[in-house]
């Protein structure tokens, strides 16, 4: 665990996402974006190494993919505290229907992930409390930031400049493949294969380049500080001209959840490596990785 600004923790899990521990203004313990199931046990060990027998008064997902809040249902059971989630997001988050199948067409290394995989698992937590507009943490705001799916929010402190984005954004190359192994450092667009609404991820990210953030903290990726990348102006340099050239399913035609629950879907554009070839692609990069490796 790393202390990023006054009060922000963050855990680099080893499911590769980060969770973050928040002291509010009313000196209120949260957690935000506790990790996957597997990430349980590391989370609740660095918590508890900060807070000793204290217990953190609730868990805010800023989305409801496994992957950053698997965790949320054991850990919330552990410490006795409610989960939350935007209302928009609950009906995935409480189970009633699952998320849309992942894009296998879109551009980039990570699609080749997105083969072996249907649609992104959803946290199962028919008891998450629905946030309205006011953020629960003392000192932050809450805000809606929908295109990775529709109900992502992140949080935005004032006083200092940090935003912690969830998956409105990352801070790693999803598209090529040693930047994302290496996890460099670079502000970039939210993971392009479980992306819904590319239209909507161009607003969300207008609205973060307006708060000019000092500090992003994504869900995946290391901590970015405005001084070394210019965070404002590289967020609204990638809402203008970082959406043009995606290519994907949901890139024209983005998933949209109907006011009954339902999704509304077009028909996949067609694959171009198909279910052969992505044996074919995983062993060319498993090559390419060696070569590397015996280079190096």
């Not at 402190?157 to 990352?170: E, I, P, T, Y």
């Not at 040693?178 to 239209?199: A, F, Y």
């Not at 992003?216 to 050239?245: N, R, T």
């Not at 879907?265 to 995983?282: A, E, F, R, S």
Request: one cysteine or more.
């Amino acid at each position: 665990m790393a202390e990023a600004a006054q009060g922000v923790h963050f855990i680099a899990t080893p499911a590769a996402t980060n969770a973050v521990l928040i002291q509010d203004d009313a000196q209120t313990w949260w957690l935000v974006d506790p990790g996957c199931a597997m990430d349980t046990w590391v989370v609740h060990k660095a918590v508890c190494g900060v807070l000793g027998d204290a217990k953190p008064m609730g868990i805010i997902l800023s989305h409801g993919h496994g992957h950053v809040a698997g965790a949320a249902g054991e850990l919330a059971a552990e410490w006795g505290c409610p989960v939350y989630c935007s209302a928009a997001e609950a009906p995935m988050v409480h189970g009633k229907i699952p998320y849309p199948p992942v894009d296998t067409t879109c551009h980039g290394i990570a699609s080749v992930t997105a083969r072996f995989r249907k649609e992104p698992q959803a946290a199962a937590l028919p008891d998450a409390v629905t946030l309205d507009s006011d953020c629960p943490m003392q000192g932050w705001e809450l805000l809606a930031l929908p295109g990775h799916t529709p109900g992502s929010i992140g949080f935005f402190r004032a006083s200092d400049g940090v935003l912690l984005a969830g998956d409105a954004l990352s801070t790693i190359d999803w598209d090529q493949m040693i930047p994302m192994w290496r996890q460099t450092k670079q502000l970039r667009m939210p993971p392009n294969i479980d992306t819904l609404d590319w239209v909507a991820v161009r607003r969300s990210l207008r609205q973060i380049a307006s708060r000019k953030p000092e500090m992003v903290i994504p869900a995946h990726g290391h901590p970015l500080l405005e001084c070394e990348k210019g965070v404002p102006d590289e967020a609204g340099h990638l809402a203008e001209v970082g959406i043009v050239s995606r290519k994907g399913r949901y890139v024209a035609d983005p998933a949209v959840l109907r006011s009954d629950n339902t999704w509304q879907l077009y028909d996949p554009i067609p694959d171009p490596v198909g279910n052969i070839g992505k044996w074919v692609v995983l062993a060319g990069i498993v090559v390419y990785l060696f070569l590397i490796v015996r280079l190096w």
